[in-house]
């Protein structure tokens, strides 16, 4: 899949019987209103199993994590890629 949807990630999920709550401007736009959003904010169940099915699928999807840190060169946000390395060093 070269460019998955926040739908696909959601029905990832569903697939894997994690429990969740969609919030923020998903949630806002399903109730008829419109606000304009480029993340999908995620509630879910805080368990082992669950947290392993999240990041894989974090992973799958190739999520990523934009910091506070601004690039020198670029004066753009860093982005850090979701991995299992980077999930571990930030737990």
């Known amino acids: ?3 998955p949807s926040w ?3 959601v029905s990832r999920l569903r697939l894997a019987n994690v429990k969740f709550v969609i919030v923020g401007g998903h949630a806002v736009n399903f109730h008829g209103y419109l606000r304009t959003t480029e993340d999908l904010d995620l509630i879910f169940l805080r368990e082992p ?3 392993s099915e999240v990041l894989s699928a974090l992973v799958e999807f190739n999520a990523f ?5 601004i690039d020198p060169e670029t ?3 860093i982005i ?11 737990q």
Do not use: A, K, S, V
């Open 1 to 3: 899949m070269n460019n």
């Open 7 to 9: 739908l696909d990630f």
């Open 49 to 51: 199993e669950t947290e």
């Open 65 to 69: 994590w934009i910091g506070d840190e």
């Open 75 to 77: 004066g753009l946000e």
């Open 80 to 90: 850090h890629p979701i991995t299992i390395e980077y999930f571990r060093r930030h």
